[in-house]
């Protein structure tokens, strides 16, 4: 059997953008605008940062996995830091520890968010805190981070974490206590750079290494079926 996927231009040139997009877009293109007036070399540079802001709102549609037991990435970027570790106590998962991903997003990456895995959403917790550099371990303890505890539908619970950074200044979650997801689906934002971290379930373990590029809503980082152990990688 044979299954195609049409690919098109727009696809990667005019890609759709989130709702909050639209206002940034135009802010940037009028003070590209004025830098023009200005004198001509800046008005260059403001059209680079114009789209810039375009493609950093960039909202493309996903391919995401959908077998039962997959945890896939919600957050574009490089894997940055794996550990083991308690997860949050705001979000009463107890004591145990569990492996965490997180997952560092540049300004140059996508930064809309998905759930990791589908089920319902039992508790969030907003914590105001720092604008530490969110690649360090540090920022997922000191740094502002919007919190998500879910339980998927084997009944297992997982967490994942919107942590600001240097120069994050909004968390936007969508997401409601109490809400149904679908794995892959948007639940929020981050502008602009910042930090996802995923707690997963007790004894599973992450299969992407540190390094590793990942895509919102598509990138398998875990199985909760498997008992595959945890993946080494190196750099070529």
Known sequence: MTTEFNVSWRRYLLPPLHPEGPMFVAIFAVIGLLLWWAWAPLGIVGALLTVWCFYFFRDPDRSTPIREGL???????????????????????????????????????????????????????????????????????DNERNLVRLEMHDGRDIAFVQIAGLVARRIRCDAREGQ???????????????????????GVEPLVTLGQSCVSGETVIADALSDEKRREGEAR
Not at 72 to 84: C, Q, Y
Not at 91 to 107: A, C, Q, T
């Open 71 to 141: 945890i896939i990435t919600p957050a574009s970027g490089i894997v940055s830091l794996i550990s083991h570790v308690p997860p949050p106590r705001q979000l009463d998962m107890g004591e145990e520890p569990r492996w965490r991903v997180s997952v560092f997003m540049s300004v140059f990456d996508c930064h809309v968010n998905r759930v990791p895995a589908g089920g319902i959403v039992k508790k969030i917790v907003y914590v105001p805190g720092k604008f530490v550099n969110a690649s360090l371990d540090k920022a997922s303890e």
């Open 180 to 202: 149904k997801f679908r794995t892959g689906e948007r639940y929020g934002l981050i502008r602009f750079g910042s930090r996802l971290d995923i707690y997963l379930p007790p």
